[in-house]
């Protein structure tokens, strides 16, 4: 099976996170949407993080108070849905001590397997 090939138009990072998802894992075409969608919002987060370099963390809102700048706002609610939509994906995580698996979760596991087998 051919890995499917990185989406037009994606960043450098972004570009990165597709590239070391899809070379691990087979991922079925809803899969392959939600991690396309993290990466799109990677997209976004960079350029809103070039917009807030320089910027205040405070401004001051329509009473002349000041409140959180809207950009650190936006920031952080992309970051969560990056977060949202990464966590759908249920990614194995390497790291931590394996928790029992659900079927399913042992039925990608075997196939991941298979396909990393037939793949080298």
């Known amino acids: 099976m051919t890995k499917p090939s990185v989406p037009t ?3 450098t990072k972004a570009k ?3 590239s070391d998802v899809v070379g691990k894992y087979e991922l079925r075409a809803d899969e392959r949407r939600l991690l396309e969608d993290a990466c799109r919002e990677i997209d976004i987060i ?3 993080e070039v917009e807030f370099r320089g910027a205040d963390t405070m401004v001051k809102g329509s009473m002349g108070q000041l409140v959180a700048s809207p950009l650190l706002q936006e920031l ?3 970051r969560a849905v990056v977060a949202r939509l990464l966590g759908q994906l249920k990614l194995p ?3 931590a001590e394996r928790a029992p698996e ?3 979760d042992k039925a990608r596991r075997a196939a991941n397997a298979r396909w990393s087998k037939s793949g080298s």
């Open 9 to 11: 138009n994606l960043g």
């Open 16 to 18: 990165r996170l597709w």
């Open 46 to 48: 960079e350029r809103l």
């Open 76 to 78: 952080r609610q992309h």
């Open 93 to 95: 995580d390497e790291d």
């Open 102 to 104: 659900s079927a399913s």
